[in-house]
């Protein structure tokens, strides 16, 4: 069975100082602050993402070698320092 779930976009403050933009993916009707604190999901998706201080960032998963825009990124929810729906 497939749970129905809404992209929301976001802006993300990462505790290293990185901000992220993208679309997060959550269950319709669910707050984004319910679930980020979702104790099962200690990494979340953040898709489109586009990465600012990409060069200090160590709160997901980035290669070197990448650029300021990915397609998706992994990134651990406790490196969250702040989330605003935009």
């Known amino acids: 069975m497939k749970i129905p779930k809404e ?6 403050l990462c505790t290293d100082g990185s ?3 993208g679309l997060i993916h959550i269950t319709e009707g669910l707050r984004v602050s319910d679930f980020l604190n979702d104790q099962k999901n200690s ?8 990465v600012q201080n990409q060069k ?15 397609n998706t990124l992994l990134l651990n929810v406790h490196a969250i320092r702040w989330v605003e729906e935009l």
Do not use: C, P, Q, Y
């Open 43 to 50: 990494f979340i998706a953040v898709t489109n993402a586009e």
């Open 7 to 12: 992209r929301v976009k976001v802006l993300i």
């Open 19 to 21: 901000w992220i933009k």
């Open 56 to 70: 200090k960032m160590n709160s997901g998963k980035l290669s070197s070698a990448a650029n300021n825009s990915k």
